[in-house]
């Protein structure tokens, strides 16, 4: 079992920083992938970026180069970077485990885990 708890939302200018993060706790959470999520009311969860296990990294084409994924195994936590945010970044992000640790792809929603329960970030212009 594996519980995610996610910090770091708020309220930021375009064109700013912001660091996300997510705890995980459990026996066997270092084995996980660990992903991150974003939605907006209407929309369907929208992949941004996974870690698996091993510390390789995979992101969707249109985070690349201002959103960095990392994970510090020692903590079993997982952050999300993101610079140069824009107005469209507006959402609610979630944090996921996969238990295919080794899975180097996006994944689905319904291959994921265990969810957080999500940190709203908000751009303003």
């Known amino acids: 079992q594996v519980q995610l708890v996610e910090t770091g939302g708020g309220l930021v200018q375009a064109g700013g920083s912001l660091r996300l993060s997510c705890a995980a706790s459990?026996?066997?959470?270092?084995?996980?992938?660990l992903g991150w999520f974003r939605q907006t009311p209407g929309k369907e969860r929208y992949f941004l970026a996974r870690?698996?296990?091993?510390?390789?990294?995979y992101y969707a084409d249109s985070v690349k180069g201002r959103f960095t994924i990392a994970r510090d195994n020692a903590k079993n936590t997982v952050s999300l970077q993101i610079n140069s945010l824009k107005p469209e970044d507006t959402a609610v992000y979630y944090c996921?485990?996969?238990?295919?640790?080794?899975?180097?792809?996006?994944?689905?929603?319904?291959?994921?885990?265990?969810w957080g329960q999500g940190t709203q970030v908000t751009v303003s212009s």
């Open positions: 996921a485990a996969d238990s295919r640790g080794w899975f180097l792809r996006a994944g689905t929603v319904d291959e994921y885990d265990y």
């Open positions: 459990g026996r066997t959470a270092s084995r996980y992938a």
């Open positions: 870690i698996t296990s091993g510390g390789n990294t």
